[in-house]
């Protein structure tokens, strides 16, 4: 699901006024910092960066976070109605959730006023509230049917992972999900976190088929991000698309059913047949399907990093 086109238009709306110049200047510095990488530090500390920051990476986060849902919510035996949205900035991942599930309620931590500003003007939705609160170290208590997160742990240090950990498991009633970048990084992330909700009794809902110790090295899924004018100008490149790479744990706090294999990394294609390596219910497996089985053969050709099978 792409991000609908009248966010689109309202979050460049946040740069009129601005050079090029300017927003190509700020855009740099932000690059810059996140590739630098930080740990209990915020490199937004600005009305213009937080601008620029959303307009750069509200629709890469509303589509991965859009395809981590779909993929978890297909297990889940359930109904979503309330969801708290933590380190939810200006609130691609709770989008998400509105326009998937059939939400009531939606309460969006966040301590960078700049970023609630940008909510808040995106939303005007009765059903979205935001409260300014540093999760990692502020009293809390709200129980709601799921807790989200999307590209927030890994800024915390071990200290406030844990606590948020925690508290997001305090939280939810029914199910966690939780999205972080596509990076060695991110992955090994997820797995930890993976690790930790097991020991507290969650059962995995996606991607994993399984609840064994994981010994994948870097387990990460792909969506192609269209791209404006703006967003290219501000990112410096002609492509009128990005793929956008994220790892992501979903998490069920009752006993569910899982897919029973998932593709790990794109289809090697050749004459007469494809190469898969998948994650299923036994571990991680490669195999190989021919043009013999016809319908498997076509699915496996069309398949993405990701894709169940």
Same mark, same amino acid.
């Given at each position: 699901? @792409?991000?609908?086109? =009248?966010?689109?238009?309202? /979050?460049?709306?946040?740069?009129?006024?601005?050079?090029?110049?300017?927003?190509?200047?700020?855009? /740099?510095?932000?690059?810059?910092?996140? #590739? %630098? *990488?930080?740990?209990?530090? %915020?490199?937004?500390?600005?009305?213009?960066?937080?601008?620029?920051?959303?307009?750069?990476?509200?629709?890469?986060?509303?589509?991965?976070?859009?395809?981590?849902?779909?993929?978890?919510?297909?297990?889940?035996? *359930?109904?979503?109605?309330?969801?708290?949205?933590?380190?939810?900035?200006?609130?691609?991942?709770?989008?998400?959730?509105?326009?998937?599930?059939?939400?009531?309620?939606?309460?969006?931590?966040?301590?960078? #006023?700049?970023?609630?500003?940008?909510?808040?003007?995106?939303?005007?939705?009765?059903?979205? #509230?935001?409260?300014?609160?540093?999760?990692?170290?502020?009293?809390? @208590?709200?129980?709601?049917?799921?807790?989200?997160?999307?590209?927030? /742990?890994?800024?915390?240090? =071990?200290? *406030?992972?844990? %606590?948020?950990?925690?508290?997001? $498991?305090?939280?939810?009633?029914?199910? &966690?999900?939780?999205?972080?970048?596509?990076?060695?990084? *991110?992955?090994?992330?997820?797995?930890?976190?993976?690790?930790?909700?097991?020991?507290?009794?969650?059962?995995?809902?996606?991607?994993?088929?399984?609840? %064994?110790?994981?010994?994948?090295? $870097?387990?990460?899924?792909?969506?192609?991000?269209?791209?404006?004018?703006?967003?290219? =100008?501000? !990112?410096?490149?002609?492509?009128?698309? @990005?793929?956008?790479?994220?790892?992501?744990?979903? &998490?069920?706090?009752?006993?569910?059913?899982?897919?029973?294999?998932?593709? /790990?990394?794109?289809?090697?294609?050749?004459?007469?047949?494809?190469?898969?390596?998948?994650?299923?219910?036994?571990? &991680? !497996?490669?195999? !190989?399907?021919?043009?013999?089985? !016809?319908?498997?053969?076509?699915?496996?050709?069309?398949?993405?990093?990701?894709?169940?099978?």
């Amino acid at each position: 699901m @792409e991000l609908p086109l =009248d966010y689109k238009y309202k /979050l460049e709306s946040l740069l009129e006024g601005y050079s090029l110049k300017t927003l190509k200047e700020c855009a /740099l510095k932000i690059s810059k910092n996140y #590739q %630098n *990488g930080f740990v209990g530090e %915020n490199h937004i500390k600005d009305d213009l960066s937080a601008k620029v920051y959303a307009v750069m990476r509200y629709p890469a986060t509303f589509k991965a976070f859009s395809k981590a849902l779909e993929d978890s919510l297909r297990y889940f035996d *359930g109904e979503i109605k309330s969801i708290i949205d933590v380190g939810a900035g200006s609130g691609a991942a709770t989008l998400a959730c509105a326009l998937n599930i059939k939400l009531v309620k939606a309460t969006l931590l966040e301590i960078e #006023q700049s970023m609630i500003d940008i909510g808040k003007f995106l939303f005007e939705d009765e059903r979205v #509230q935001y409260q300014k609160i540093d999760i990692t170290k502020d009293l809390f @208590e709200e129980h709601v049917d799921m807790v989200i997160s999307s590209y927030v /742990l890994n800024e915390l240090d =071990d200290v *406030g992972r844990l %606590n948020c950990l925690n508290k997001m $498991w305090d939280m939810a009633d029914k199910m &966690i999900l939780i999205v972080e970048p596509g990076t060695p990084k *991110g992955s090994a992330l997820i797995k930890q976190v993976r690790d930790y909700y097991i020991s507290l009794g969650g059962h995995v809902l996606a991607p994993c088929p399984h609840m %064994n110790a994981c010994n994948y090295d $870097w387990c990460h899924f792909s969506t192609r991000v269209a791209r404006s004018k703006l967003h290219k =100008d501000l !990112k410096g490149g002609d492509a009128p698309y @990005e793929d956008e790479k994220f790892s992501y744990i979903a &998490i069920s706090k009752e006993p569910c059913s899982k897919c029973s294999s998932r593709v /790990l990394r794109h289809p090697l294609i050749n004459s007469g047949f494809v190469d898969l390596e998948v994650c299923t219910q036994e571990g &991680i !497996k490669k195999i !190989k399907i021919t043009k013999k089985d !016809k319908e498997k053969f076509k699915a496996a050709r069309k398949a993405n990093c990701g894709d169940e099978i």
